[in-house]
Structures are given as C-alpha cells and as structure tokens.
C-alpha cells in the first residue's frame, strides 16, 4: 500500500481534492490535522507521499499561510525534512506552497537541519486582486520535478486553475532566479502571455534540488478528470487520450514511490 498523508487545519478547504487526486493516483489517502501531527510528529513516519493542500489557512491572518508556517516550523519540520531525505514526494499547491515557502521546504530544505529564514516569497498579485481562473503553462526541459517530468501536454491540455491573492513569486535576487532556473528547480511557468499574478521568470512552480518537494500556485487536484477542463465538450478524443495534466503529477508521484521503494529492496538484498 502507498499512503499518502494530506496535512489539513483551519481554514484549509482543498484536502478533500487533494485526497481525491492521490486516490486517483493509486495512493490511499490519510487526512491528518496538523494539532496531531505537532503532537505526534513521528506518524509522518508512517506515510509514502505528503500533500499540503490549498485554501486560508488560519484564515491567511497577518499574511497567507504565516500561521501555519510558523506551527510547522516549531513542530513539524524536522520530521518533514527528514520524510524528504528517505525519498517521500510532497506536493503544495496555492496555500500549501505558500506555507512551504515559509517554513523553509522551498527552495531547498537540505541547506539547514532547522528551519532556514525565507529565502523566496509570494507576494500580494501585481494586479492587488484575488484572481480564479484557467491558465496556460509549460514545463521546462531541465527540471529534476519528479511531479512534473515528462507530461504529455498540447495547446488544448496545457492549462491549469489558479484561484489566488497572494502567488507572485518573488526570488530574493536576480542571481537566485537564474540559479534556480539552471538547476533545474523551476517546475512549472505560466505562459509569458498569459502569467496572471507578476511571476518573476513566469515561475508557477519550483522543486527542491532533489525534485521531490514541489510548490505551486495553479491546483492541480482541480484538473484529474477531462470534464473539468473549461471546453471539454470541444476537445478531440485525441486531446482527451490519456490522463489530464493534473492527475499526471499524481501518478507521476505514485510511480516515483514505487520504483524507489524497489530500488530500495533491491540494494538490501
């Protein structure tokens, strides 16, 4: 069985998505509120995938996703970090990237065994408002994202819902964009005609430099079932072959797990 634990508190309203997205996935889904998690921090432990979903979390009182950064930061990080290094993809969507961005999950959880000061952040949309609606994406070559390696994308699939106030990514340098963006730590870009919040480098989603940890501002767990694209009923049985862009993230996850856990078997024997 692969287990995957999705993280809810207060305030946070896509876990049941996000649940669905990794059962679709083939994962069995384990909705776990952070209070017992900070009480029990070693049940992460117990889990294959970990999900931080969307929503207002604490009711993204003094900044979005602050309030929750600041409990996982004082419980939870190390087990989180530790899940990381024994191989366990995580995935934060909207809220959840800006909760991860925060505690220190992104860019790189590996530079510090306690929580690290913020070195990137998503600011308030250049536009000043909440903004619900599709748009276009792309994957860059060279991502190490286990998440979003090899999707099978085209003109009609290539776009994704983002409802946000606050997902303008802003890297604390020119430098670290680009360094980011050569190491392969840049996941997913909105189109640059169509970047909806002021994106530095269109930056829609970023990975750690193992590719296991992957934040993002669209909602993927939105974008599992063909229906769910706003024109399905104009969309070629050609565009609909296959799996949406959305549940390819999740079941490229799922594979990951596996083929690591057999690789993992294999160097025991």
């Not at 799996?243 to 079941?251: A, H, I, N, T």
């Amino acid at each position: 069985m692969t287990k995957a634990l999705v993280i809810t508190t207060t305030g946070i309203n896509c876990d049941l998505e996000l649940a669905e997205a990794f059962e679709l996935a083939g994962a069995t889904p384990v909705s776990v509120h952070l209070n017992r998690l900070l009480h029990q921090p070693e049940l992460v432990e117990e889990f294959d995938l970990v999900g931080l979903p969307g929503g207002f979390s604490y009711g993204d009182a003094v900044a979005a996703g602050r309030i929750a950064a600041q409990l996982i930061r004082s419980g939870l990080y190390d087990s989180l970090r530790a899940a990381v290094s024994r191989g366990v993809p995580m995935i934060a969507p909207c809220n959840g990237f800006q909760i991860a961005v925060q505690v220190g999950l992104l860019p790189d959880p590996s530079v510090s065994s306690t929580p690290p000061v913020p070195t990137v952040a998503l600011a308030d949309n250049t536009s000043a408002r909440f903004i619900d609606r599709w748009v276009r994406f792309s994957v860059p070559t060279n991502t190490t994202c286990v998440w979003t390696r090899g999707l099978q994308l085209n003109d009609e699939t290539a776009v994704i819902p983002i409802a946000h106030g606050e997902g303008r990514f802003v890297p604390s340098s020119t430098e670290q964009l680009q360094q980011l963006e050569a190491d392969g730590c840049v996941a997913m870009r909105y189109d640059a005609d169509d970047n909806p919040n002021g994106s530095a480098g269109d930056v829609a989603g970023l990975c750690d430099p193992s590719g296991l940890v992957f934040g993002l501002m669209p909602h993927p767990e939105r974008y599992t079932r063909w229906t769910q694209h706003p024109i399905w009923t104009r969309m070629s049985s050609e565009d609909m072959a296959g799996d949406p862009p959305g549940l390819q993230m999740f079941r490229n996850a799922v594979t990951w797990v596996h083929s690591h856990r057999e690789a993992t078997c294999s160097n025991s024997a």
